[in-house]
T-cell receptor, first 117, second 114 residues
Framework: GAVVSQHPSWVICKSGTSVKIECRSLDFQATTMFWYRQFPKQSLMLMATSNEGSKATYEQGVEKDKFLINHASLTLSTLTVTSAHPEDSSFYIC?????????????FGSGTRLTVV | AQSVAQPEDQVNVAEGNPLTVKCTYSVSGNPYLFWYVQYPNRGLQFLLKYITGDNLVKGSYGFEAEFNKSQTSFHLKKPSALVSDSALYFCAVRDMKGYSTLTFGKGTMLLVSP
């Protein structure tokens, strides 16, 4: 089945530094990828939607200059948290859309636990 | 706008008993419906989906769900619960037309006791 590889699984960084999270679709082409943020014991909050080769569409309230999303190829999307602060600590999850016929569906990465100290 | 309601924060069931996790939805057109399970510090794992066809959908790990258009529901069920089923369950929906964004319910924690 479809697999999305997300790295790193966890990262600790100092306040003010930047962190990059990668998501790769291993066996299918993902024309659309989604980035979510999840707080403890809460649902997923959509941050942005990215289509290959075009600028990401950010949800209301999400700072596009802080959360940089790049979707340069059909198999790779990255989220960079710039100038991270402790309030950015969270669980980040990516999802890729496979939109071909009966295999239609959303495949999720395993998530990245970001801790900013 | 599309929305999903999972009315129960937590469902408790004894191992071997049947379980139901409730989900109702609202979309302007025909829905695509999904159930996912999340274990601690992990991403979401796909359980099953309804796109079209039979209203009763069978999925992974013995789970099934029934699409009920009149009640706009898509409840998740399993005939016999396992302790290992204990996890956080999310129902999600998107409109068949329009944007491809999934809308998630708030999640239901399932606790299966031995």
């Amino acid at each position: 089945g479809a697999v999305v590889s997300q790295h790193p699984s966890w990262v600790i960084c100092k306040s003010g530094t930047s962190v990059k999270i990668e998501c790769r679709s291993l066996d299918f082409q993902a024309t659309t990828m989604f980035w979510y943020r999840q707080f403890p014991k809460q649902s997923l909050m959509l941050m942005a939607t990215s289509n290959e080769g075009s600028k990401a569409t950010y949800e209301q309230g999400v700072e596009k200059d802080k959360f940089l999303i790049n979707h340069a190829s059909l198999t790779l999307s990255t989220l960079t948290v710039t100038s991270a602060h402790p309030e950015d600590s969270s669980f980040y999850i990516c999802s890729a859309l496979s939109s071909t016929g009966v295999h239609y569906g959303y495949t999720f990465g395993s998530g990245t636990r970001l801790t900013v100290v | 706008a599309q929305s999903v309601a999972q009315p129960e924060d937590q469902v408790n069931v004894a191992e071997g008993n049947p379980l139901t996790v409730k989900c109702t939805y609202s979309v302007s057109g025909n829905p695509y419906l999904f159930w996912y399970v999340q274990y601690p510090n992990r991403g979401l794992q796909f359980l099953l989906k309804y796109i079209t066809g039979d209203n009763l959908v069978k999925g992974s790990y013995g789970f099934e769900a029934e699409f009920n258009k009149s009640q706009t529901s898509f409840h998740l069920k399993k005939p016999s619960a396992l302790v290992s089923d204990s996890a956080l369950y999310f129902c999600a929906v998107r409109d068949m037309k329009g944007y491809s964004t999934l809308t998630f319910g708030k999640g239901t924690m399932l606790l299966v006791s031995p």
